[in-house]
């Protein structure tokens, strides 16, 4: 049963550039949600997708953006890099309408982002 | 608004100890949970706690859970020193998406 997976895990891009972020989430998941960790932060909450639609948003700018696809897989797009963009960027997995049980949410490895 | 605290934030321990970790949080909310993460490395799920009252344990760590004081503990037996990691608490509502302390960096030292 492969767990969440993430891709790339590293990548370094320049200020200004555009980066695009992929995550498949468990098997039997359909919700995903993304997060960003800066180093030495708990991770801060970006958007979350669930049904092809964004269900929820952090405060994150527009710059941020996402995108679910049938098989419930997702991708991250950041534009217009800034210096501050870098940062852990953690996509985790989860079941949708599983509020009040002991479902957990369950975190891929992560894409290392650097802008230099 | 939701919000999380974690103490201590930084945290040496000798092997062989025991100590506590503490997780405050603002609002009523419906699952606390508590993540490990190793350097460079993702979070890895410790424990789900629901009810109040809820404990768990698995290993050398315990979570408890009172949901009035709107307080949880992780509570660490005996440290060893493969323990050493930074420990996040986190508290969701319903499907809304989890809020994260700031970690507590344990490091066990012989």
């Known amino acids: 049963d492969a767990g969440v997976t993430q891709s790339p895990t590293h990548l370094i891009k320049t200020r200004g550039q555009q980066v695009t972020l992929r995550c498949s989430p468990k098997?039997?998941?359909?919700?995903v949600s993304w997060y960003q960790q800066a180093l030495g932060q708990g991770p801060q909450f970006i958007f979350q997708?669930?049904?092809?639609?964004?269900?929820q948003r952090g405060n994150f700018p527009d710059r941020f953006s996402g995108h679910q696809f049938p098989n419930y897989s997702s991708e991250l797009n950041v534009n217009a890099l800034l210096l501050g963009d870098s940062a852990l960027y953690l996509c985790?997995?989860?079941?949708?309408?599983?509020?009040?049980?002991?479902?957990?949410?369950?975190f891929g490895p992560g894409t290392r982002l650097l802008v230099l | 608004e939701l919000k999380v605290e974690q103490n201590p934030l930084f945290l040496s321990m000798q092997e062989g100890k025991n100590y506590t970790i503490y997780c405050n949080y603002s609002?009523?909310?419906?699952?606390l949970y508590w993540y490990r993460q190793d350097p460079g490395k993702s979070l890895e799920s410790l424990f789900v706690?629901?009810?109040?009252?809820a404990v768990k344990q698995e290993g050398r760590l315990m979570a408890s859970l009172d949901t009035k004081a709107r307080l949880s503990t992780l509570h660490i037996t005996a440290a060893v020193h493969d323990l050493s990691a930074t420990y996040f608490c986190?508290?969701?509502?319903?499907?809304?998406?989890?809020?994260f302390g700031k970690g507590t960096r344990l490091s066990v030292i012989a």
């Open positions: 985790a997995s989860s079941l949708w309408g599983t509020a009040n049980t002991e479902e957990t949410q369950y």
């Open positions: 098997s039997g998941h359909d919700t």
């Open positions: 997708y669930y049904e092809e639609e964004e269900r």
């Open positions: 609002t009523t909310s419906d699952r």
């Open positions: 706690l629901l009810s109040n009252g």
């Open positions: 986190a508290v969701d509502i319903g499907n809304t998406p989890l809020v």
